[in-house]
């Protein structure tokens, strides 16, 4: 492709796009892409071919999607030069990137590491680590020491894939890697639920190893009856416990304790105790933290610090909040937090969590005032983010919620320089015509790099063309400059009051779960089959419109006046169940009534908490964000100057637990 056409593509998009009128040869254009797109669903190759040379000989701004499209479904047989081409008809787009993926990962299939290494630095997004694992191998094979970067690489890689599992292998042949390294790495796999994984590592040390990991996945207990002694068995049996301890912690815990501790060496049984400590903890067992201690013992005894997984490490320290009503164990709290990985650890969940542990027991130390101030200091570096612990933070330093200062509105430059940039106006393109997924991508890549000046003025570009999603996301990225109207817009407003009123549910509320549950996107349609700004499911639909008297098509669930009305009403109904539980009733709008019903058996625990042991790492996310959202749009629909005196905590009410005996029984018929 010549300039001056790369030069005519992206000036002529720029404009279509901003225009909100839609020319009959624009209208063209996009049939066209979007019958390209079903010729690839089809696999028509002929037809995508055709429709690839069209839309570049028609100057069509989104022909580059069609010639991804097309070099995509061929990959397998295409040679290095027509990459080159394509390279160069896209250069700095998306396409040109996204292809560069697919390329890297083909090289690395096809064990062309030379081609590879020579591509691989012009790999702008570099976020696929099967691509880096193979790109680590052609460095080993070029003499160059990549032993740390290839064992981190290989050790968070969680799904079975040839290009971690080769570079594993190649360097455990070459001496490199070792059996231990490949143990950790089965264990790594079935503690993540990954069996495949865990055979690849076996695999490496043995063929009957890896043979024996497929039995005692698919049968551990059985395993385990017929286990035989010696190093080897040592391993697989503490794999057959942890995966045991998957499906019944309590009877793997039995196992333990009665033979295997003891069989075991230490090491061993600590990262079987973990196991069932990290699966009762996801099943919410008093248990759980004893599990942990054990293991934390068999660790000392083996005189090694012994490196779980970050996900086992959270799991410790949520079982440690849970173990007893208003008695979490905060030393194995801290002792948890400090065992994760450095970027882990500057999570805003676990430094406000370590820092209450340092302050409770601040009190009973005889370094309680330096604890306290490095409590203090680790409140004060999260306080000011608008997230959930943000908030709690700076409750715990006593001070109000405060907004940002608003930043200076955006000059027409910026707002002109945003609608300029092609990748934005691709990525509008595309959503408008319903292609979202390819839109979003294209969208995002286009932000990399952007300061926050240029990340306000392109989510201002998204809201004023009523792209929610991209307007809020985007928003939310920037860091000094921060527009709280921007970032929680109120669009839809007359349907939510409406609804409001209707129900005689918060308005903040409905907008906080609206925020969360489609970024205001009236037409998405989720993987779960639930619709529209409220993400109603047609069965929830149905029961809610019965109950308060609806006349209800199913046809109508993507109305906006609809959707909101059973979305909120749903949320009614919820709420009365939950005695007015906002965190209950969040939590089971996203997970459905019955599962908070169980979660919320056992100890009386302080909300917060027991949000943070929710076992679905979504709804637990989701809760999170919809209690905060609800806050700043209590502000925002409000008086602004009311978050000086909000509380989080006092949002999120008084502390869960089982139901009380004088409430009414649940409602079981809420779906």
């Not at 009614?572 to 459905?592: E, H, K, W």
Request: proline content about 5%.
């Amino acid at each position: 492709m010549t300039r001056t056409l790369a030069r005519w593509l992206l000036k002529g998009l720029a404009v279509a796009v901003l225009a909100n009128a839609m020319p009959a040869c624009a209208q063209s254009g996009n049939d066209a892409v979007l019958e390209a797109r079903e010729a690839l669903r089809k696999k028509d190759r002929a037809r995508l071919a055709a429709l690839r040379d069209s839309t570049i000989a028609e100057r069509n701004p989104l022909a580059m999607w069609v010639d991804y499209w097309e070099i995509g479904q061929r990959l397998q047989f295409v040679q290095a030069d027509e990459i080159a081409a394509f390279y160069q008809r896209w250069r700095g787009s998306y396409v040109e990137d996204r292809l560069r993926n697919d390329w890297l990962l083909e090289l690395g299939r096809r064990r062309d590491f030379k081609t590879l290494a020579a591509d691989f630095p012009s790999f702008r997004m570099n976020d696929d680590r099967e691509v880096s694992c193979y790109a680590l191998l052609a460095d080993h094979l070029d003499g160059k020491d990549v032993r740390a970067a290839a064992r981190s690489a290989w050790f968070a890689q969680r799904e079975a894939d040839d290009g971690c599992a080769l570079l594993a292998a190649t360097l455990y042949d070459a001496k490199q890697l070792t059996e231990a390294d490949a143990w950790r790495k089965a264990r790594l796999a079935i503690d993540g639920n990954k069996p495949r994984a865990a055979r690849q590592a076996a695999l490496m040390v043995n063929t009957r190893a890896a043979s024996d990991v497929d039995d005692l996945a698919d049968n551990p207990a059985r395993y385990l009856t017929r286990a035989l002694g010696g190093r080897q068995a040592n391993q697989l049996n503490t794999l057959a416990l942890m995966r045991l301890a998957s499906t019944d912690p309590e009877l793997a815990a039995n196992l333990l304790s009665g033979k295997w501790e003891a069989a075991l060496p230490p090491e061993l049984a600590a990262w079987a105790w973990a196991a069932v400590g990290k699966q009762a903890a996801l099943k919410l067992l008093p248990e759980a933290s004893g599990y942990f201690t054990r293991a934390a013992l068999l660790s000392s005894k083996a005189a090694i610090s012994i490196d779980w997984a970050d996900e086992t490490l959270a799991w410790k320290a949520r079982a440690a909040l849970r173990a007893g009503e208003n008695a979490p164990r905060w030393q194995q709290v801290v002792q948890a937090i400090d065992a994760m990985n450095p970027i882990e650890q500057r999570d805003a969940t676990w430094v406000y969590w370590k820092a209450r542990a340092l302050r409770a027991l601040a009190k009973d130390s005889a370094e309680g005032d330096g604890l306290r101030a490095q409590a203090t200091a680790m409140f004060e570096s999260i306080a000011p983010q608008f997230g959930f612990y943000g908030m709690l933070a700076a409750e715990e330093l006593g001070r109000p919620i405060t907004l940002p200062v608003a930043p200076q509105p955006l000059t027409q430059d910026e707002r002109d320089a945003a609608a300029r940039q092609p990748g934005l106006a691709r990525a509008l393109a595309l959503v408008s015509i319903g292609l979202r997924s390819e839109g979003v991508r294209e969208w995002n890549f286009t932000l990399r790099g952007m300061e926050e000046r240029e990340l306000l003025a392109a989510a201002q570009l998204a809201c004023d063309r009523r792209v929610w999603d991209r307007c809020v996301n985007t928003s939310d990225r920037t860091r000094g400059e921060i527009d709280i109207a921007q970032r929680y817009p109120t669009p839809f407003r007359a349907e939510v009051m409406a609804a409001s009123k209707a129900t005689a549910v918060d308005p903040a509320l409905i907008y906080g779960v609206m925020r969360q549950e489609s970024r205001f996107q009236p037409d998405i349609r989720s993987s779960a089959n639930a619709y529209g700004l409220m993400q109603v499911i047609q069965p929830t639909a149905k029961n809610v419109a019965k109950r308060i008297g609806m006349a209800y098509d199913p046809a109508q669930i993507m109305d906006v006046p609809t959707n909101v009305q059973l979305g909120s009403s749903y949320l009614r109904l919820l709420l009365d169940d939950f005695g007015g539980s906002q965190v209950l009733s969040a939590t089971a709008y996203n997970a459905g009534p019955g599962r908070p019903r169980r979660w919320r058996d056992g100890p009386k625990l302080e909300p917060a908490i027991w949000i943070e042991n929710i076992p679905f790492n979504e709804t637990r996310d989701y809760v999170k964000k919809v209690m905060s959202n609800t806050l700043l749009y209590a502000t925002l629909l409000n008086d602004p100057t009311a978050l000086q005196t909000a509380s989080l905590k006092a949002r999120l009410g008084k502390p869960v637990g089982p139901r009380e005996v004088t409430a009414p029984p649940p409602d079981g018929s809420l779906p």
